[in-house]
């Protein structure tokens, strides 16, 4: 049974760098196939892809966000963290990470964070 | 980047009665391999999304059978036979062909 979970600050401010957390379980990011994405969705609006990464490293990102995205993982500890620097009260969401299989992606979500961005 | 387009963005419906969401794209989603990579989501207010069906047309697992996807190329449909007042929420297309992953904007079904 896949499990995920997002943990990370609840409030950041403008310019500080976001770093969250997905800790999963049920499957390992060391088998072929296997990856781990972001999504985000600002309150009341709709779902947006960020990034994506694969048992093989590699690593996929929105171009809108390119510049300040990283994604990585650490397969020992069953977890991936995506990093955004320069923060803005724009990239107030809920973040969310999901389970892909190969070319079938998100069949499993965490429960996702509310991260606001505020002075 | 691909453009998905969903219709009707609101939906009130009856109980027991059927619903269908349109969902378009810019571009063809059908991949090098055959497939064609076009998800439907579901989120209920205040949850995480849930994915009902993959590939166009494969329901997942404990998908109840009233919801089917159809659809090819660049058009496809999200019908659900007979809507119970579980089915209520928020309901997103999302392509996985190409890069970029996108999602349409949601289609809010309520009961009428």
């Known amino acids: 049974q896949i499990t995920l979970k997002v943990s990370g600050p609840t409030l950041v401010k403008p310019t500080q760098t976001l770093t969250l957390t997905c800790a999963f379980s049920?499957?390992?990011?060391?088998?072929?196939?296997?990856?781990v994405g972001w999504i985000r969705q600002p309150p009341g609006k709709a779902l947006e892809w960020l990034a994506l990464i694969y048992w093989h490293d590699g690593k996929r990102y929105s171009p809108s966000l390119r510049n300040r995205l990283t994604i990585t993982k650490d397969t020992s500890k069953n977890q991936v963290v995506l990093t955004m620097t320069n923060m803005d009260p724009v990239d107030t969401a809920t973040y969310y990470c999901a389970h892909s299989l190969g070319w079938l992606h998100y069949d499993y979500w965490g429960q996702g964070t509310r991260v606001t961005v505020s002075s | 980047d691909v453009v998905m387009t969903q219709s009707p963005l609101s939906l009130p419906v009856t109980l027991g009665q059927p619903a269908a969401i349109s969902c378009k794209s810019n571009?063809?989603?059908?991949?090098?391999?055959?497939?064609?990579?076009l998800n439907w989501f579901h989120q209920r207010p205040g949850q995480s999304p849930r994915r009902l069906i993959y590939k166009v047309s494969d329901r997942d697992s404990g998908v109840p059978d009233r919801f089917s996807g159809s659809g090819s190329g660049t058009d496809f449909t999200l019908e659900i036979s007979r809507v119970e007042a579980e089915d209520v929420g928020v309901y997103y297309c999302m392509q996985g062909t190409h890069w970029p992953f996108t999602f349409g904007p949601g289609t809010k079904v309520d009961i009428k």
């Open positions: 049920g499957f390992s990011l060391s088998t072929s196939g296997e990856g």
């Open positions: 571009q063809s989603l059908v991949y090098s391999d055959g497939n064609t990579y």
